[in-house]
């Protein structure tokens, strides 16, 4: 047991100088993001041109689709960087998962149509709506946006290439609802404004919850693939798509492992989106069961469920949740055995006597820090590029204080995770000023919707 364990973890373990020399491609990636719609970041530019200054005031309803759950909130924006905020969230039926995406719109108008029911809200109409979609989107306009494709394991075809907000708009108007979609943005993006309605000092955000992105402050000259405003002074978002990073290379950019490569070739957007998927939620479980399959075939842990459900990389796939990972983890840092032992039998259903428990729970635990380790330092790769580059295009000082607000399960719930990824942006960063690091990272949760409602307001507090 101790070889095989030990061999998996030094091929997921992956040490600073690799972290740095990642950072480094990924800084020359950003930058070719921007010069050529073609390049391996996607780098949508988000026609965001006015940014929160927390003075904002105003309600806005806002809808925010993400891989697994949707979100219909009713945001007060109050002035003096406060907000209240009045919402409700479903989980995405699996049924809408796949086949034809209007059914996801539809979806979204009858929840926002049960939201407004509660007769409080209704005497709020007519509104205006911020939508934030968790899916790259080719923006011309903050109203509008193409749907460039899908991601963590959705796949509505028929729907890619139509403008997101007029499929919300035909879907509110077939209920007779009063509401104009005013914004669409990304979920990276809803949580940088909100953060920046909040904080002044906020430079960019991640997400690391079923999926895993970021976006960051640029200036609009910067943006030289597509014709913008020159002057230097203006400021954008940028929504770097940052899961595919790694994807155009001939030659493999990123350390992938086996169990990478068959977690990538049985998902339904094999090719793509390699980066997200060696750190995002939506995977972290998969890449855990996909190495329990091979330890059980090796004879290394015994599986005790059926035979038809006996691991198998094609066999109930993502059957081992992200969650499932985490809450073992965290019995396991809290020493909590009988917790570790009651998962170990029910959810990864691997065998464990008197005499093998201990070192079972002790490998078992040490598989997913390594996963979730492995996750944390790619992370950091990718802040950190965009820190330097921000520095070295002088939009930010390396004597300030830089935010990065981060949300998503993965970063709220894993043990450690947001300790950890802390710790690596300093170390990685921190260059020969060992006591300062600029770097703060701070929990933006579930903030993408006040986001949207902050872009509608920011542009009528300039008109
Ligand atoms: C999507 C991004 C999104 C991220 C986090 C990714 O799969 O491509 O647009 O921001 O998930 O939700």
Known sequence: MDCFIEEIISELTLPVPKLQELSLRFEEELENGLLRPDAMLKMLPTFVFALPTGSEVGKYLTVDLGGTNLRVALVDLLGN???????????????LKSGHGTKIFTFIAQKIEEFLAHPEIEAELPLKLGFTFSFPIQQESLQHGCIMGWSKEIECADVIGQDAVKLLQESLHQRGLDISVEALVNDTVGTLLAQKYRDDRTGMSVILGTGSNAAYIERCSEIKKQNFPKNDQQLTLINIEWGTFGDTEAEPLLPLTRFDVTLDSESKNS????????????????IFRLILCEAVEKGIFNWTGTDETKPAASVSPYSIKTKDMSDFHEAFVSENREKCLEIIAEKFKIECS??????????????????????????????????????????????????????GSLYQHYPNYSKILQELVCQMTRGSDEACCRIVLVMAEDLSSVGAAAAIAAIENIK
């Open 271 to 286: 090719k793509q989106q390699k980066f997200e998927k060696m750190i995002s939620g939506m995977y972290l479980g998969e």
């Open 81 to 95: 960087h406060k907000y209240s905020i009045r919402k409700d969230s479903w989980p995405i039926p699996d049924s």
């Open 354 to 407: 008197t005499e093998t428990s201990d070192k079972i729970i002790t490998q078992l635990a040490r598989l997913c820090e390594s996963i979730s380790l492995r996750s944390c330092c790619l992370c950091a790769v990718g802040i950190t590029a965009v820190y330097r580059r921000l520095i070295r295009h002088d939009i930010i000082k390396s004597t300030d204080l830089f935010t990065v607000a981060v949300d």
